[in-house]
């Protein structure tokens, strides 16, 4: 049964459906993103884009881990990875973590001065992070 429930999860067409409303990934693009939970790990990576992805160690700074949720707390540092990203591996990245049905995918400054996307629970599971509107856009640049 888990091999049935992991295609299903990642892979099918009929596990996930992103709601609308959602920001479109633009093709061709590159995106970075930080992770610090079952994403740090490689095999999970690879299971869920089909590569392993190249990882940096990377702090975001002024938040600190509550279960499986960031909240913010001034002075706080969660260590976690840094990953360079392709359109589709951000797209197979939302799939896993449920974009805009668990979790929410928020640009913010890394301790490196560099900007990522993190994935922190929708409000109906934990605190929900109001976007910043310019490292929003910093982020849709990348």
Not at 121 to 132: I, K, T, Y
Request: hydrophobic letters at 35%; glycine letters at 6%; charged letters at 15%.
């Amino acid at each position: 049964m888990p091999p049935a429930w992991l295609w299903f999860t990642l892979l099918s067409p009929w596990g996930y459906q992103p709601p609308t409303g959602l920001m479109p990934v633009q093709p061709n693009s590159r995106h970075e993103v930080f992770v610090y939970g079952t994403l740090t790990h490689a095999w999970v990576r690879w299971l869920v884009t089909g590569d392993a992805l190249p990882a940096q160690p990377a702090t975001l700074p002024d938040y600190r881990r509550e279960g499986l949720n960031l909240a913010p707390e001034p002075g706080a540092n969660t260590p976690g990875l840094q990953l360079s990203v392709t359109a589709e591996q951000l797209i197979a990245l939302d799939r896993y973590e449920r974009l805009g049905i668990r979790y929410q995918r928020v640009c913010l400054p890394l301790a490196s001065d560099r900007y990522a996307w993190v994935y922190t629970r929708l409000p109906a599971s934990g605190h929900q992070l109001e976007p910043d509107q310019r490292a929003q856009q910093h982020c849709q640049k990348e």
